[in-house]
C-alpha cells in the first residue's frame, strides 16, 4: 500500500483527485470504479473544478459505481444514481451511455447483478476504483464477517452501516435495509484502488485495514493482498496508525518516476 497522508480534508482530496486526473490524462478509455457517500465529495469536486478550468476531460472515460439501494429508482433523490448525477455526472463532460449503477430496483436482483458483472467484463474491468471506507471497515457495502470471495450481489445492511446513513433520510426507518453492492473480489480484480478516508470516526478502521490482519472482520483489510492501492487520509484518519511517520518518511524519499 502506498499510503499519504495531509493535514486536512481538503488537502488529501486535492491528492486523490490529482492522481484520478493523471491516470485519467494517461490512458485512453479509461473505466473508471466510483463510490458515493461524504468521502469522495470534496475529490468530485476538485474534478470539476479541473475540467471546467479547460484542464480535464471524461470524453474517453466508463464509469461503474459500487452500490445502489434496493428499492429506490434511479430518479429518487436518496438514490446513489442521483448522487453521482448531482455531484459529477451532469457535471462533467461524461457521456451518460457510459455511466453505470447497480440496478437496486430491478424486479430480478440476482439476475441484475450477473448483469452488472458482465458488464464490467464486457468493458474490460476496471483501471482504477476509488473506495470509501466505513467506519466498520466495510468497502462498498461489504459489511463485517461477509466473504471476501464476493462477487456483486445483494447485502444486508449492518445496524451501524443504517444508523450512518441515516443522516441522508428524513426518518432513520426508511433507510434501506439492502443494498446491491460490487463484491469484494469484484474490487480486488480493479486494476489500481484508490481509498480516501477523513476524520476521527474513521481512524480505527483506517488502523486495522492497515496494521491489522487480513480478516473478514474488516474487509478492507483484503486491500493489503492487491497489487497496487493508494490509500490518502487527513490526520484525524490517520492518527492511530502506528507507523504513521514511516509512512511520512517513505512518501518523501521515493524516487521521482514514483512521484505522481
Same mark, same amino acid.
Given at each position: 500500500m502506498e499510503i499519504l497522508i495531509r493535514d486536512t480534508p481538503e488537502a488529501s482530496a486535492q491528492v486523490a483527485a490529482d492522481v484520478v486526473s493523471k491516470i485519467i490524462r494517461e490512458r485512453a478509455n479509461l473505466v473508471l470504479g466510483l463510490a458515493t457517500g461524504g468521502t469522495p465529495l470534496r475529490m468530485y469536486q476538485e474534478l470539476i473544478r479541473?475540467?471546467?478550468?479547460g484542464k480535464l476531460s471524461f470524453q474517453n472515460c466508463t464509469t461503474f459505481n459500487l452500490d445502489e439501494y434496493v428499492g429506490l429508482p434511479? %430518479?429518487? %433523490? @436518496?438514490s446513489y444514481n442521483h448522487y453521482m448525477r448531482s455531484n459529477l455526472f451532469d457535471r462533467v463532460d461524461l457521456d451518460p451511455a457510459q455511466t453505470h449503477l447497480p440496478d437496486g430496483d430491478a424486479p430480478d436482483l440476482r439476475e441484475a447483478c450477473r448483469d452488472y458483472e458482465q458488464k464490467i467484463k464486457d468493458a474490460g474491468g476496471i483501471d482504477l476504483q476509488v473506495l470509501g471506507i466505513g467506519a466498520n471497515g466495510h468497502i462498498g457495502f461489504n459489511e463485517p464477517t461477509g466473504s471476501?470471495? $464476493? @462477487?456483486?450481489w445483494v447485502k444486508i445492511l449492518s445496524e451501524q452501516t443504517i444508523r450512518d446513513n441515516a443522516v441522508h433520510f428524513d426518518d432513520p426507518q426508511e433507510v434501506p435495509r439492502h443494498?446491491?453492492?460490487?463484491?469484494? $473480489?469484484?474490487i480486488m480484480e480493479a486494476r489500481h484502488c484508490l481509498l480516501l478516508a477523513n476524520g476521527a470516526k474513521k481512524a480505527d478502521a483506517v488502523r486495522r485495514m492497515i496494521e491489522g490482519s487480513v480478516s473478514a472482520s474488516c474487509p478492507a483489510s483484503i486491500l493489503q493482498m492487491h497489487p497496487r492501492v493508494t490509500v490518502v487520509l487527513d490526520e484525524e484518519s490517520a492518527y492511530l496508525l502506528v507507523a504513521k511517520e514511516h509512512y511520512k518518511w517513505i512518501e518523501r524519499n521515493k524516487l521521482d518516476w514514483q512521484r505522481h
Amino acid at each position: 500500500m502506498e499510503i499519504l497522508i495531509r493535514d486536512t480534508p481538503e488537502a488529501s482530496a486535492q491528492v486523490a483527485a490529482d492522481v484520478v486526473s493523471k491516470i485519467i490524462r494517461e490512458r485512453a478509455n479509461l473505466v473508471l470504479g466510483l463510490a458515493t457517500g461524504g468521502t469522495p465529495l470534496r475529490m468530485y469536486q476538485e474534478l470539476i473544478r479541473m475540467h471546467q478550468a479547460g484542464k480535464l476531460s471524461f470524453q474517453n472515460c466508463t464509469t461503474f459505481n459500487l452500490d445502489e439501494y434496493v428499492g429506490l429508482p434511479p %430518479e429518487d %433523490e @436518496r438514490s446513489y444514481n442521483h448522487y453521482m448525477r448531482s455531484n459529477l455526472f451532469d457535471r462533467v463532460d461524461l457521456d451518460p451511455a457510459q455511466t453505470h449503477l447497480p440496478d437496486g430496483d430491478a424486479p430480478d436482483l440476482r439476475e441484475a447483478c450477473r448483469d452488472y458483472e458482465q458488464k464490467i467484463k464486457d468493458a474490460g474491468g476496471i483501471d482504477l476504483q476509488v473506495l470509501g471506507i466505513g467506519a466498520n471497515g466495510h468497502i462498498g457495502f461489504n459489511e463485517p464477517t461477509g466473504s471476501l470471495a $464476493s @462477487r456483486t450481489w445483494v447485502k444486508i445492511l449492518s445496524e451501524q452501516t443504517i444508523r450512518d446513513n441515516a443522516v441522508h433520510f428524513d426518518d432513520p426507518q426508511e433507510v434501506p435495509r439492502h443494498v446491491v453492492t460490487m463484491g469484494i $473480489s469484484t474490487i480486488m480484480e480493479a486494476r489500481h484502488c484508490l481509498l480516501l478516508a477523513n476524520g476521527a470516526k474513521k481512524a480505527d478502521a483506517v488502523r486495522r485495514m492497515i496494521e491489522g490482519s487480513v480478516s473478514a472482520s474488516c474487509p478492507a483489510s483484503i486491500l493489503q493482498m492487491h497489487p497496487r492501492v493508494t490509500v490518502v487520509l487527513d490526520e484525524e484518519s490517520a492518527y492511530l496508525l502506528v507507523a504513521k511517520e514511516h509512512y511520512k518518511w517513505i512518501e518523501r524519499n521515493k524516487l521521482d518516476w514514483q512521484r505522481h
